[in-house]
């Protein structure tokens, strides 16, 4: 999707930048992670593969990506994108029925960013974008049975459990966005700074 090709998102812990080819070489060495692939139910690509799978991901009108970056690490243009990643969190408007339909996925990948609340800010980020950006009413998160951690954290986001695939041992959590809802959406977030993104590893408030 390129409607947010041009957009960060900085919050406190977390920044969300657009998934561009310089983030790949970094998101291809997560990739092979065994763990990571069975938690995202992933399978390995190629690195050429991997560099498809973005353009794909870009250009596609059903995807939103962003890379979740470290917002202490990158802030202050001392480091480039890649050294600040910890993992992607993503938008899947997948029901050609209904497009105020978001399925939302987030993945932390680096292990020693898990448990420390990056992940709860990027969701709601994305979430506020989703709602403000997208028309998005309505989200569903798909887990993996054995991933109790990221349902934890969903069912903490106000999210309700709505449905077990025992085939594919997974659970598909579900939120609707009611106007009380999204005023709490837009109050989790109030201090997130939208800025143009201008190149790797630098970013300026929008409108300047």
Same mark, same amino acid.
């Given at each position: 999707?390129?409607?947010?090709?041009?957009?960060?998102?900085?919050?406190?812990?977390?920044?969300?930048?657009?998934?561009?080819?310089?983030?790949?070489?970094?998101?291809?060495?997560?990739?092979?992670?065994?763990?990571?692939?069975?938690?995202?139910?992933?399978?390995?690509?190629?690195?050429?593969?991997?560099?498809?799978?973005?353009?794909?991901?870009?250009?596609?009108?059903?995807?939103?990506?962003?890379?979740?970056?470290?917002?202490?690490?990158?802030?202050?243009?001392?480091?480039?994108?890649?050294?600040?990643?910890?993992?992607?969190?993503?938008?899947?408007?997948?029901?050609?029925?209904?497009?105020?339909?978001?399925?939302?996925?987030?993945?932390?990948?680096?292990?020693?960013?898990?448990?420390?609340?990056?992940?709860?800010?990027?969701?709601?980020?994305?979430?506020?974008?989703? $709602?403000?950006?997208?028309?998005?009413?309505?989200?569903?998160?798909?887990?993996?049975?054995?991933?109790?951690?990221?349902?934890?954290?969903?069912?903490?986001?106000?999210?309700?459990?709505?449905?077990?695939?025992?085939?594919?041992?997974? $659970?598909?959590?579900?939120?609707?966005?009611?106007?009380?809802?999204?005023?709490?959406?837009?109050?989790?977030?109030?201090?997130?700074?939208?800025?143009?993104?201008?190149?790797?590893?630098?970013?300026?408030?929008?409108?300047?």
């Amino acid at each position: 999707m390129r409607i947010n090709q041009n957009t960060v998102l900085q919050g406190q812990r977390v920044t969300l930048v657009p998934y561009t080819s310089a983030h790949v070489p970094r998101y291809h060495e997560w990739m092979q992670s065994e763990e990571l692939q069975r938690l995202t139910a992933s399978e390995p690509l190629s690195l050429e593969q991997e560099y498809e799978m973005q353009r794909s991901w870009r250009d596609d009108a059903d995807k939103c990506t962003f890379i979740v970056l470290d917002t202490q690490r990158w802030s202050g243009q001392a480091r480039a994108d890649e050294d600040c990643m910890v993992g992607d969190v993503n938008l899947f408007l997948t029901d050609a029925e209904d497009p105020t339909l978001g399925e939302i996925e987030i993945m932390i990948a680096e292990p020693s960013y898990r448990g420390r609340g990056f992940g709860k800010e990027a969701t709601l980020m994305m979430m506020s974008y989703g $709602v403000r950006n997208l028309g998005i009413t309505k989200f569903e998160a798909k887990i993996g049975l054995e991933n109790e951690a990221s349902i934890c954290m969903f069912k903490k986001l106000r999210f309700k459990e709505v449905a077990v695939n025992s085939i594919f041992q997974e $659970v598909t959590l579900r939120l609707d966005v009611s106007e009380q809802e999204r005023r709490w959406l837009l109050e989790q977030t109030n201090h997130v700074e939208e800025k143009s993104y201008l190149r790797r590893g630098s970013a300026q408030p929008k409108g300047k």
